[in-house]
């Protein structure tokens, strides 16, 4: 059975940082993302890594303070996230597709969806 579990939310002041993870298992994915939706909005896209970790981009709104990664030999991808701010509030979902589709910034792109984590951001 496929699962993606996510964990590492939580509320923080701004400026502050949380370590959001995202452990995969029922088989190997290829490229994983995270998404994220805040109340009243569409499903938005945050960044996406591909299998080999060699390629990943970010959303400009989130460049130079949110870093993907993924640690293969643990399914695991995660987003650090730094300086956050109050316009980063919303829930936080974890993403992966099996193809090696290209359309990664789309939720569309994806397989797989976790279930989420809230992540609070306060002034």
């Known amino acids: 059975q496929v699962q993606l579990v996510e964990s590492g939310g939580g509320l923080v002041q701004a400026g502050g940082s949380l370590r959001l993870s995202c452990a995969a298992s029922g088989r190997t994915f290829k490229t994983m993302g995270w998404f994220r939706q805040a109340p009243g909005k569409e499903r938005e896209f945050v960044a996406f890594i591909t299998w080999s970790g060699r390629i990943s981009r970010h959303t400009d709104s989130v460049k130079g303070r949110f870093t993907i990664s993924r640690d293969n030999a643990k399914n695991t991808v995660y987003l650090q996230m730094n300086s956050l701010k109050p316009e980063d509030t919303a829930v936080y979902y974890c993403?992966?597709?099996?193809?090696?589709?290209?359309?990664?910034?789309?939720?569309?792109?994806?397989?797989?969806w976790g279930q989420g984590t809230q992540v609070t951001v306060s002034s």
């Open positions: 993403a992966a597709e099996t193809l090696g589709r290209i359309d990664v910034r789309s939720p569309h792109g994806y397989d797989y």
